[in-house]
């Protein structure tokens, strides 16, 4: 239409300015339809160059901020760019070179929206945006638009630089051929356009052309007759049709095998890819191994320069095959649309590997991801299959070894986000809806606990390990995988972790009272008296009698205030040790990754978290308790442990007494704390091995 042209016109001027800023060394990094005005007269302005880039400038210390909806604004040395717009890029600014490409990719973005009344990439978060951009290149435009438009855009809009234009003139300069009705590198249109095309831009040889063969009909007419003349130029005519469509369809059918035989082997490398990329977020580590390989990383495969190749290879390879599907007038590829259905599922189960935790399990279970989208729209589409069914119906299956002999057991559903303590017995079966579950066994007068997050499409094996008989004061915690680390201070990244060797940790941490008596039993005392900071500086709790000579501190509140050092030698006296820092965490959150030792909501009135000093007694908060019955972990002192850490640091952890839910927090950990210094705020717990 007159508008359709007039906007591309404008763009193709906006793309020339950009151009010249190209040549000038300047890039933009902010193209969008707000930075490009019309005047009345046909000028056209690209404006807010507040992000400009003079050539070669770094942009390792710019990043993006989560703004609040898709109408997000850019602002100076906050973004990069607009979520919506950017290239993919520059999302990833601090790990990629980002340079004029960028900037084609905005004006094909622009282009996109006004071919299309819609963004490149929906969202309304930015993060939102970002992460469809990372699933694939936008939908190309539906029939109603211009191919050789669409082709403009869907090129310059290409996930790799690359395979966009070589520059914004070249941008350009298909814009300016599309108005003149010309041939544009980025589309090859059929024989019948490209002859229009040829008579358009060769009129005089066309007219010419045209006279000589009336000549020559006018000749032949008068020599053999109008009709016999116009008969036989009928018949070639329609022999040569016949014969252009016969090898039209010869030809599309050859390019159509090729084409697929190409998408099948793209499919399989960025299969491939995956897997390779989605490793360090499957493994499974043990002991005191740190998971090195996820600081810092977020699952964003799209990002992956294997997997986008693959992809863009991929995409050609289906765009050209559908191409040639439609010049021989058949249906869309079942083959086609298989690899991209397996596609979208293989991604966005690893991106559920690599982010399931309790209190994503309501929101997987209805595919209410947003990486479960691109599957739910080609299902919609008719695009199914059984491993489809199969896979959105988000089930797992879980395999028990033998119950021993003489015990009982039954699977509890546990419910975290909704309601800390909800829990309900299902059958127990192999399969089941995905979650977190507890096998309790009970042996008489005892009750185990083995809990197991059941994930979808993936088998578990939870294997029944009891002990010959349980210490005193003591719970059972069995080996066994669990979700480690999360969002708290110093945590380590979530990771896959696997004990392998069952423990039997205290359920409560070491009191004031059990301390005394180990004192009274040590003639040598140097380093293990414990001892409080004050305004009036360092003053010991106990007398030289051991009596309790510091206020508010009892008898059966947690020691504090002792080394690790003493903790160790207490420990030792009473046949225990310390636990490791993820021996503690799988005594904490169990299997699940849950947020806190009992859930996923936070109470204050849970643990003991107030301001006051010293902690109240041990126990006396009975729902700070984890799955397995251990209290005491969110809230009263933090905890020693058995992990160093350079140099010269411990491992603590455990929340302490503050108001507020980050130290509270499973995942939370204090590494700034030498073993030989005592801390009013940090205690202990006894681990006994096991038998």
Request: aromatic share 6%; proline share 7%.
């Amino acid at each position: 239409s007159e508008s359709l042209e007039t906007c591309v016109r404008a763009l193709e001027k906006a793309a020339r300015g950009v151009a010249h800023a190209h040549r000038q060394g300047i890039l933009h990094r902010d193209i969008k339809p707000g930075n490009i005005m019309l005047g009345e007269h046909g000028e056209v302005w690209v404006l807010d160059w507040g992000l400009v880039a003079a050539k070669g400038e770094s942009l390792v210390d710019t990043h993006i901020e989560d703004e609040t909806g898709p109408e997000a604004l850019t602002r100076a040395g906050v973004t990069i760019g607009t979520p919506g717009y950017m290239a993919p890029e520059q999302a990833e600014a601090g790990k990629a070179h980002v340079g004029p490409p960028a900037d084609v990719h905005g004006l094909g973005a622009v282009l996109y929206e006004l071919l299309t009344e819609e963004r490149p990439y929906g969202g309304q978060t930015s993060g939102e945006v970002i992460h469809q951009m990372s699933l694939g290149p936008p939908a190309p435009p539906d029939d109603t638009v211009p191919r050789p438009l669409a082709a403009i855009a869907m090129k310059a809009l290409a996930q790799k630089p690359p395979n966009r234009y070589p520059s914004a003139d070249a941008f350009a300069d298909d814009l300016a051929a599309f108005l003149a009705r010309q041939p544009i590198s980025a589309y090859r249109a059929p024989i019948p356009v490209r002859a229009a095309a040829f008579v358009r831009r060769h009129v005089m040889a066309s007219a010419l052309a045209a006279v000589a063969f009336l000549g020559a009909l006018g000749a032949a007419a008068v020599i053999g007759g109008r009709a016999r003349l116009e008969t036989a130029a009928a018949s070639a005519r329609e022999n040569e049709k016949a014969r252009e469509e016969k090898e039209r369809h010869e030809n599309a059918e050859k390019g159509l095998a090729a084409a697929l035989a190409r998408a099948q082997g793209a499919q399989a490398r960025r299969l491939d890819a995956l897997k390779i990329y989605a490793a360090p977020f499957e493994k499974v580590y043990t002991g005191d191994e740190q998971p090195a390989e996820l600081i810092d990383r977020t699952f964003l495969a799209a990002t992956d320069p294997e997997i986008a190749r693959a992809e863009d290879g991929w995409q050609a390879a289906a765009t050209e095959a559908r191409i040639h599907l439609e010049t021989l007038g058949a249906p869309r590829s079942q083959e086609l649309d298989g690899q991209e259905l397996d596609w979208a599922i293989e991604v966005a189960l690893a991106h559920e590997a690599a982010i399931i935790e309790s209190r994503w399990i309501e929101r997987l279970r209805q595919n209410e991801a947003p990486f479960w989208k691109p599957v739910l729209e080609l299902v919609e589409k008719g695009v199914t299959s059984e491993r489809a069914e199969h896979v959105l119906a988000g089930t797992g299956r879980l395999l028990m070894g033998p119950i021993p002999p003489g015990c009982k057991a039954a699977l509890f559903e546990i419910v975290t986000a909704q309601n800390p303590f909800g829990r309900r017995e299902v059958e127990l079966s192999e399969d089941l809806r995905l979650g977190s579950y507890d096998l309790v066994v009970t042996r008489t007068g005892e009750t185990f606990h083995f809990p197991v997050l059941v994930e979808r499409d993936r088998t578990k094996c939870l294997e029944i390990v009891l002990p010959g008989s349980v210490r005193e004061g003591f719970v059972w915690i069995p080996p066994g995988e669990f979700l480690a680390g999360g969002d708290a201070q110093d945590a380590f990244p979530r990771h896959r972790r696997k004990l392998e060797k069952g423990f039997f940790l205290a359920r409560t941490e070491v009191t004031f009272g059990e301390y005394i008596g180990f004192l009274q039993e040590t003639p040598d005392r140097s380093g293990l008296l414990p001892v409080v900071d004050t305004n009036e500086g360092t003053k010991p709790v106990l007398s030289d009698g051991l009596s309790i000579a510091f206020p508010s501190v009892r008898i059966a509140t947690p020691v504090l205030g002792v080394t690790r050092m003493a903790a160790e030698r207490y420990l030792a006296s009473r046949n225990a040790r310390l636990p490791t820092e993820f021996e503690w965490e799988r005594a904490a959150g169990g299997a699940d990754g849950r947020v806190y030792a009992w859930g996923d909501e936070f109470d204050k009135e849970f643990a003991n978290v107030q301001e006051e000093f010293p902690p109240a007694n041990t126990g006396a908060h009975p729902r700070d308790e984890s799955i397995f019955g251990v209290l005491d972990l969110a809230g009263s002192v933090s905890e020693w442990t058995s992990t160093d850490l350079p140099p010269n640091m411990a491992a603590i952890r455990g929340g302490y007494g503050v108001v507020g839910e980050d130290k509270a927090r499973r995942a939370y950990r204090l590494t700034t704390l030498d073993p030989a210094s005592p801390r009013d705020y940090v205690g202990c717990r006894a681990v006994a091995d096991g038998q």
